[in-house]
Structures are given as structure tokens and as C-alpha cells.
């Protein structure tokens, strides 16, 4: 009896060693890390070179992607490889990662009688529809006496942009 009590305790010590091993290695188990195709989502403020807001997702859903598919700027995919959830990232992306530079053929002169009067003010946005039927903001750049200089660049464009990211989910690719 007293030998069948210490094989008892041996075992119940060895239950509890090898439970506490397999617990010690799911706790181990490295977090999901983005890459290539994973599905990401994450909260952000963006602001320009001096420090103003032009985006936030405080207060609204974060922003969603597939990593690796082009569906957000090069330059932000690209420092967003890695990253775990939880994880917080300052990232500043030059124009030539964002938006492109400022492109002076983007510039355009269109008669004044084709623009809305209430839009006939420097910086007024106008949306245009593209060779695809999607939607360009479009923006009075300069008033002429018979045109209107419109700038049919990315708003962004030639902008030195800082985010703020905080990685909030991460899904495996399929």
C-alpha cells in the first residue's frame, strides 16, 4: 500500500510537470506577426510635416488591409511588416512612398463657365470622375480672368506624412 501511495504521487507529480510544460510552451508560442497576406487592422493619426491632423480613426473603426496587396501606401505596408498586436509605431513616409511629388503636368487650365460659381475659390475641392468612373478630388489651384487652374494631384501629394499606428487585429492570410 505504502508503495502503491509513492507511485501515485510520482505520477501526479509527473501530470503536473508535463501539464505545466505543455502550458509553458502554448505560453511561449510567438505572437502572429504581420506579413504577406495577413488581414490587418489598425488605429492611426495621421498628421502632416508641422504636426496638423489630417486623419484619425480615434472614435471610428480602425482602418482594415491586406498586407502585401497595395492596398494602403508603400511606404506605411512597409514599416507595418512585423508588427504584432498591441504593438505602437511612430512612421514617417517620405512623398516618394506616399503620394508621389507634386506633378507639374497635373495642372490643368479649364474655361471658368465649367466650374460651379459657389467653387470659384483658391483651395475649393471639386471631384472629377477618372478614366475608370472613380471619384478625384480635384482643387481650384489659381483664377484667371477667362480659366481656372485646377490640381488634379493626390491632396497628399509632396507631403512628408507622420503616423501614429497601433496594431489592434491580426488574421492569418488564407
Same mark, same amino acid.
Given at each position: +500500500?505504502?508503495?502503491?501511495?509513492?507511485?501515485?504521487?510520482?505520477?501526479?507529480?509527473?501530470?503536473?510537470?508535463? #501539464?505545466?510544460?505543455?502550458?509553458?510552451? &502554448?505560453?511561449?508560442?510567438?505572437?502572429?506577426?504581420?506579413?504577406?497576406?495577413? +488581414?490587418?487592422?489598425?488605429?492611426?493619426?495621421?498628421?502632416?510635416?508641422?504636426? #496638423?491632423?489630417?486623419? &484619425?480613426?480615434?472614435?471610428?473603426?480602425?482602418?482594415?488591409?491586406?498586407?502585401?496587396?497595395?492596398?494602403?501606401?508603400?511606404?506605411?505596408?512597409?514599416?507595418?511588416?512585423?508588427? &504584432?498586436?498591441?504593438?505602437?509605431?511612430?512612421? &514617417?513616409?517620405?512623398?516618394?512612398?506616399?503620394?508621389?511629388?507634386? #506633378?507639374?503636368?497635373?495642372?490643368?487650365?479649364?474655361?471658368?463657365?465649367?466650374?460651379?460659381?459657389?467653387?470659384?475659390?483658391?483651395?475649393?475641392?471639386?471631384?472629377?470622375?477618372?478614366?475608370?468612373?472613380?471619384?478625384?478630388?480635384?482643387?481650384?489651384?489659381?483664377?484667371?480672368?477667362?480659366?481656372?487652374?485646377?490640381?488634379? #494631384?493626390?491632396?497628399?501629394?509632396?507631403?512628408?506624412?507622420?503616423?501614429?499606428?497601433?496594431?489592434?487585429?491580426?488574421?492569418?492570410?488564407?
Amino acid at each position: +500500500m505504502k508503495l502503491f501511495r509513492g507511485f501515485i504521487a510520482v505520477c501526479a507529480v509527473a501530470m503536473l510537470f508535463f #501539464n505545466c510544460g505543455a502550458f509553458a510552451q &502554448t505560453a511561449a508560442k510567438p505572437a502572429l506577426a504581420i506579413q504577406a497576406g495577413s +488581414m490587418v487592422a489598425f488605429d492611426y493619426t495621421l498628421t502632416d510635416e508641422t504636426g #496638423n491632423v489630417i486623419d &484619425t480613426s480615434k472614435g471610428k473603426e480602425p482602418m482594415h488591409y491586406v498586407h502585401g496587396k497595395g492596398q494602403i501606401i508603400p511606404g506605411l505596408e512597409k514599416e507595418l511588416a512585423g508588427m &504584432t498586436v498591441g504593438s505602437e509605431k511612430k512612421v &514617417t513616409v517620405k512623398p516618394e512612398d506616399a503620394y508621389g511629388p507634386v #506633378n507639374p503636368q497635373a495642372f490643368q487650365e479649364v474655361p471658368k463657365d465649367k466650374i460651379p460659381p459657389e467653387a470659384l475659390k483658391v483651395g475649393a475641392v471639386l471631384t472629377a470622375t477618372g478614366p475608370q468612373g472613380q471619384h478625384v478630388p480635384v482643387r481650384v489651384h489659381e483664377i484667371k480672368e477667362n480659366t481656372v487652374v485646377m490640381d488634379f #494631384n493626390h491632396p497628399l501629394a509632396g507631403k512628408t506624412l507622420q503616423f501614429d499606428i497601433k496594431i489592434t487585429e491580426i488574421k492569418p492570410g488564407e
